[in-house]
């Protein structure tokens, strides 16, 4: 009987209209905004005499826009893009997973798409989480994050 009204259940399921369902909006960074973005963070870093690499990717954590600063080293390229997405992933900044690390939390230098490191910092739309924005090589201890606030910043 049990069996039955299951199977019942799930026939009447499957059968509902797709039309009853709701289809899933998402929204994306622009390269206009990325474009934007990054500019903004760049004159700041020029601004500091940082060289650095800056990063924005979208929603998905894939690259919209980056450059890498004439002096800045190769692999600050990498550590700003794995911030960005991790930014992007999570919807928070960077620097969480950096607290969490430092809190004990080693687990998380086992994900794949986690940089524990600030200066990434995750680009919203309400309450949505569109795209990020990241930076390496700057100087001082948060450096990296003013620059990529700067940028963040004229997204806003």
Do not use: N
């Amino acid at each position: 009987m049990l069996r039955a009204v299951c199977a019942a259940l799930a026939i009447v399921a499957l059968a509902a209209p797709v039309s009853a369902q709701q289809s899933v909006t998402r929204h994306s960074l622009s390269v206009e905004q990325a474009q934007t973005m990054l500019h903004a963070a760049y004159a700041k870093a020029q601004e500091r005499k940082d060289q650095v690499a800056i990063v924005v990717v979208d929603d998905h954590g894939d690259v919209v826009a980056s450059l890498r600063m004439d002096g800045a080293k190769a692999f600050v390229y990498e550590l700003a893009r794995r911030k960005a997405v991790t930014s992007a992933d999570w919807g928070s900044p960077s620097k969480g997973m950096q607290d969490a690390l430092a809190a004990g939390r080693t687990g998380l230098l086992a994900m794949d798409r986690v940089m524990p490191l600030a200066g990434g910092l995750p680009v919203k739309l309400g309450g949505e989480t569109i795209g990020a924005i990241a930076t390496s090589g700057g100087g001082g201890a948060d450096g990296d994050t003013v620059i990529s606030q700067a940028g963040l910043d004229a997204f806003k």
